[in-house]
């Protein structure tokens, strides 16, 4: 009998499955949309029952109906990191605690760093800690929250809460850990038991495996909710924006990935830890690797404002773009509409637009928003090369490699060529492909993606980016203080 993978991916707004064969050929897609929850400014969160359990519920009992034999193994990749509170039955007693757009942490990490020390966390976990930083999450729940404090047993994510809750298994892959700062060091790929004990107390960490591992198998009643066999190995899986990396085949040292989404996410590989501030250093999906990683907050985001702001659609203000040519007619945007990650980490930042004359029309606002997505993508690329990282190969992906002009633009500023993938289905390919490997079903090092377009970069605008790319870098500082100032009367009005 034929044997099929199912891979599911949780997002911000949806949840995508797929099936696939063992040949990596995708039969069948499944997609669920929900949503997030906004409960006040600088807050975002999930509901792991009802969003991230019953997708997977509903991804698993429609794609099992589709199988024309047996489902020999399932991995689950989700945003991250999150902090989950969960008892030890692995029920949430509060809403997940997203990523990086939940800045509520700020006083926490500020604590933190004076109480181990700055300098000390850097050298120990490769990273310093910003919003995405799990850690201060954590003490933020047990200072504000202490009744759900008492409750808690269970630290758990968007990938590993399902994982639970089909094996009954408490485990984390060793790169969402790695972004758990201060708790994890990816020197020693383990976590620090001192800080650990400080901000964690008694509540017992998951354990620590690789994300092609099989965490555990389908129980009886798991098996009666989603339609899987009773049996069937789960990958441990790992965060979204990683395993689509592997989806196109980003796994060796120097290799590449840039995400065009919502947000802006570069991932570079390397056979070593890396340290960069305002980065993330973190361990592989895959014993003894490594990568450096580091994410816009806004990038497509803010060309759908602009869709929105002008009721014109993407193609319309993609054709206005292409009229407006390199530079913009002399136009800067600073991409910042909901602070920044990296590499400035700076959760009051905001978009700043430069340049303004009366002739300027919507094609060049347009085509500044998307020149700014590559200016954010190569300071953090070049913020990666400067922590002794090598990059050798570009290969993007996400929705926005779709539109042509993007990648083309991305290409000249970056100065690179970029390969576009056969397969741009996203992270759930990259949870089939691990969930094979777990399986034993394909070999450890198989890739099943090929490109199948190359963007090649213009020399003859290159200097052009440059120079834009040079006041892009002397923007920001020169705005810094007008901005802060206005990010602290817009907190005040939204009542932050």
Request: hydrophobic share 40%.
């Amino acid at each position: 009998m034929e044997k099929f993978i199912i891979g599911i991916d949780i997002g911000t707004g949806s949840t995508k499955g797929i099936l696939a064969d063992c040949a990596g050929n995708v039969l069948h897609t499944t997609i669920v949309k929900h949503k997030t929850s906004f409960p006040r400014p600088g807050w975002a969160e999930h509901d792991a029952d009802e969003v991230w359990w019953a997708d997977v519920v509903a991804v698993c009992r429609e794609l099992t109906t589709r199988a024309k034999g047996s489902v020999a193994g399932i991995c689950i990749s989700g945003i991250g990191p999150v902090f989950l509170a969960a008892n030890d039955r692995g029920m949430p007693l509060r809403q997940a605690i997203l990523y990086g757009v939940d800045t509520r942490a700020s006083e926490e990490i500020n604590e933190l760093n004076e109480r181990y020390g700055y300098d000390e966390i850097y050298n120990r976990c490769c990273n310093n800690m910003t919003s995405q930083s799990v850690g201060p999450k954590i003490l933020w729940v047990k200072k504000n929250e202490p009744e759900v404090w008492k409750r808690t047993s269970r630290f758990l994510m968007a990938h590993t809460y399902c994982v639970f809750h089909l094996t009954g298994q408490y485990v984390l892959d060793h790169l969402s850990a790695s972004m758990c700062e201060p708790l994890y060091s990816p020197i020693t790929n383990d976590w620090v038991d001192e800080w650990v004990e400080d901000i964690c107390g008694d509540l017992p960490m998951p354990k620590l495996m690789w994300s092609n591992e099989i965490a555990g198998y389908v129980t009886d009643n798991a098996a009666r909710i989603t339609g899987l066999a009773p049996g069937t190995p789960v990958a441990v899986g790992s965060i979204d924006a990683f395993v689509e990396g592997l989806s196109v085949g980003v796994r060796n040292p120097g290799q590449v990935m840039i995400m065009y989404g919502s947000t802006m996410v570069g991932i570079q590989i390397s056979d070593k830890p890396l340290k960069a501030e305002n980065l993330w250093s973190c361990s592989g999906l895959f014993k003894d690797t490594y990568l450096l990683a580091g994410g816009m907050s806004t990038s497509g985001s803010i060309t759908t404002w602009i869709c929105d702001l002008t009721g014109n659609s993407y193609d319309d203000l993609t054709k206005a773009a292409e009229q407006s040519g390199p530079g913009a007619r002399g136009l800067l945007l600073l991409p910042y509409f909901s602070g920044e990650r990296s590499p400035i980490a700076d959760e009051k930042a905001r978009g700043v637009l430069a340049g303004l004359n009366l002739t300027h029309t919507k094609g060049d606002i347009y085509r500044a928003a998307l020149e700014s997505i590559t200016y954010g993508s190569r300071h953090i690329l070049s913020t990666m090369a400067e922590a002794g990282g090598k990059q050798t190969e570009y290969w993007a992906v996400g929705g926005g490699t779709k539109g042509g002009l993007l990648p083309q633009i991305m290409s000249d500023s970056l100065h690179v060529e970029q390969f576009i993938p056969k397969i741009t289905t996203g992270a759930c390919y990259g949870d089939a492909l691990l969930a094979a490997m777990a399986a034993g079903l394909v070999e450890t090092d198989t890739s099943w993606n090929e490109a199948i377009m190359t963007v090649s970069p213009n020399s003859d605008v290159a200097k052009q980016y440059d120079e834009m790319y040079e006041n892009y870098l002397k923007l920001y500082p020169s705005t810094l203080d007008v901005v802060h100032e206005l990010a602290v009367a817009q907190d005040a009005e939204a009542g932050a």
